[in-house]
T-cell receptor, first 110, second 114 residues
């Protein structure tokens, strides 16, 4: 069973700051997902990675397969980025659903 | 393009009753996943259906069951409800084309067991 650890658990920053959220997992995977959950509960898939780096707007996600580690970066953070960011992995065999980290609660203050 | 839809949005039941939750995937998606987000426990994988078959299930008792219909919509049934089944139940769909497909999440059903 894959163990997914996220850090930090909580992060409060000022608008405009560069944000980094980290995710580590214990067993080889087929893919890693970064998800965003807003207070109402709705979840949005931000990225799905199996190698390298992806960028979408102000969001950047990287993954290092050898080190079993991924990071999510937010540049020029904005209060609307306030949400829970969840890292999730799918096992090497791909025969099951996602295993989730506990999430990072991000608050961006104006 | 319509996203993943779930119904009902909220459901209140009492202990021992049965709950039925429904999910309609994005058009063209054949895989449906069910997840539970209980307070303090984070998201946990429940069930995966693809092409009408149950492909895998998470570490949940048999009273959690479901099915996928020919139109790829899905039902999650929870029998003999217990208080700790109170949670947000999320459904996600994907096109099932490979191990690395993106999953698209629905808005969830909030189940409260009294």
């Amino acid at each position: 069973k894959n163990e997914v650890e996220q850090s930090p658990q909580n992060l409060t920053a000022q608008e405009g700051e560069f944000i980094t959220i980290n995710c580590s997992y214990s067993v080889g995977i087929s893919a890693l997902h970064w998800l965003q959950q807003h207070p109402g509960g709705g979840i949005v898939s931000l990225f799905m990675l199996s190698s390298g780096k992806k960028k979408h707007g102000r969001l950047i996600a990287t993954i290092n397969i050898q080190e079993k580690h991924s990071s999510l970066h937010i540049t020029a953070s904005h209060p609307r980025d306030s949400a829970v960011y969840i890292c999730a992995v799918r096992g090497g065999g791909g025969a099951d659903g996602l295993t989730f980290g506990k999430g990072t609660h991000l608050i961006i203050q104006p | 393009e319509a996203g993943v839809t779930q119904s009902p949005t909220h459901l209140i039941k009492t202990r021992g009753q049965q709950a039925t939750l429904r999910c309609s995937p994005i058009s063209g998606h054949t895989s449906v996943y069910w997840y539970q987000q209980a307070l303090g426990l984070g998201l946990q994988f429940l069930l995966w259906y693809d092409e009408g078959e149950e492909r895998n299930r998470g570490n949940f008792p048999p009273r959690f069951s479901g099915r996928q219909f020919p139109n790829y919509s899905s039902e999650l049934n929870v029998n003999a409800l217990e208080l700790e089944d109170s949670a947000l139940y999320l459904c996600a769909s994907s096109d099932g084309q490979g191990l690395r497909e993106t999953q698209y999440f629905g808005p969830g059903t909030r189940l409260l067991v009294l």
